[in-house]
């Protein structure tokens, strides 16, 4: 107990430790919503939107959550937000006891906490350079990403599928009590995470405008839009992993579908498939000096290969073993991919500017994650249950080449 409170003397242990255990129980919840929508209906269409309505409120709200991030103390925001959270997931546990969570409870709920995810994760991302000296943030953030891998695929998801085999309100009520604990670390941290100052004087305002001194939220927005479209390497990540992210959400939509029917495993082998595959994600967070000396473009580069062809292997097999080994291998590669491009973003991107290149960037990594998913629903359920991922792979290896060769100069 002594080293274990020793360990958490730094504020960024306190920091890891808080995002941990949001992302378990976010893990936790997210396993047991498809599982839970199954119960009651059988199509998979039905079952793929609890995953597209999750990521929905990054395509219609996620790119101006950046322009409140930046306006807003980060500490106070993700407090304000898990606490929201755990009272929405409290009331559907409630309707659960109650015999009264049908589709579209499940539906609104995801709706909601996903609202709240959306803004956590992008407050979440810019707090890391408050923390850890600039040399330090490919580590940081390789340790962040494995704590989020290992919280949302693997031991939430596998703690998700057997309690909610116990009994269908158990995860949802662990995931709010996580949520409690989280926010009690956030209270811990040093008052370092204000609004960075902004970099230009203020503008004389016109009639109708905000103030001298406070630009408007629009004027903020556009701003960051136009600063993130303007740099050539951070547009180009972003559209990919916008792809990446629609291509791996369609065939993730329908993997518990892909299990049970496909694969002829009982349903609690999802949950223990995701934590096989997460074991890559793991892995690839532990490499975070390697990530250092190989480069950003070579590591982008390398996680998106592996994607593509994981997808694809995932496809063409039936064995449950060989689709676990895909299956880690793409957490892996994913990991790697996003490792790199949060550590460029806060490297390149100014200070004042973060809040909303990351929304920007999570809009559309996760709004079309929302678009994939549905894709994926309809897909599976008109050609097959292994479309989704057959589909894909082509695609997202022509994103990589192309990608590659426009960036060729920076792998030299």
Not at 2 to 11: E, I, N, S, W
Request: hydrophobic letters at 55%; glycine letters at 12%; charged letters at 10%.
């Amino acid at each position: 107990m002594a080293t274990f409170a020793a360990g958490l003397r730094t504020p960024f242990a306190r920091y890891w430790l808080s995002g941990f255990l949001a992302d378990f129980g976010d893990g936790v919840r997210l396993a047991a919503f498809p599982l839970l929508a199954a119960q009651l209906t059988r199509s998979p269409a039905a079952v793929a939107a609890v995953t597209a309505v999750q990521g929905l409120p990054w395509l219609l709200l996620g790119a101006g959550l950046g322009v409140v991030v930046d306006r807003t103390d980060r500490r106070r925001l993700m407090v304000a937000v898990d606490v929201a959270r755990a009272a929405v997931i409290v009331a559907l546990a409630a309707a659960i006891l109650a015999h009264g969570a049908g589709l579209w409870l499940i539906y609104v709920t995801a709706f909601v906490t996903g609202v709240g995810s959306a803004l956590r994760d992008t407050a979440a991302a810019t707090c890391v350079p408050r923390l850890v000296q600039p040399e330090r943030l490919d580590q940081a953030n390789a340790r962040l990403i494995a704590g989020q891998i290992v919280g949302n695929e693997l031991a939430g998801p596998a703690a998700g599928g057997a309690l909610f085999g116990l009994a269908a309100v158990l995860p949802f009520a662990v995931n709010a009590g996580t949520l409690g604990i989280a926010v009690l670390l956030l209270l811990t941290l040093p008052g370092v995470f204000g609004p960075a100052p902004r970099e230009s004087a203020p503008r004389e305002s016109a009639p109708g405008e905000a103030a001298p001194g406070r630009s408007s939220m629009w004027h903020d927005f556009a701003e960051g839009l136009r600063w993130l479209w303007r740099d050539r390497a951070m547009r180009d990540v972003t559209l990919v992993a916008g792809l990446i992210s629609a291509l791996d959400a369609a065939w993730f939509a329908v993997l518990v579908l892909y299990v049970v029917r496909d694969l002829h495993q009982q349903p609690g082998a999802y949950g223990l498939l995701l934590a096989v595959g997460a074991l890559g994600g793991v892995a690839a967070g532990g490499l975070g000096a390697v990530l250092a000396r190989l480069g950003p473009w070579r590591s982008l580069l390398l996680g998106g290969a592996a994607m593509a062809a994981s997808q694809a292997g995932l496809g063409l097999t039936s064995n449950v073993i060989v689709a676990a080994v895909m299956l880690l291998i793409s957490s892996g590669a994913w990991a790697l991919f996003n490792i790199t491009a949060v550590t460029m973003r806060q490297r390149q991107v100014p200070a004042a500017l973060l809040g909303r290149v990351t929304s920007l960037f999570g809009t559309v990594a996760r709004g079309t994650e929302a678009l994939g998913a549905l894709a994926g629903g309809v897909l599976a359920a008109t050609a097959g249950i292994r479309a989704p991922m057959l589909v894909g792979a082509p695609p997202l290896a022509l994103a990589v080449a192309v990608l590659a060769w426009r960036h060729r100069a920076g792998r030299a």
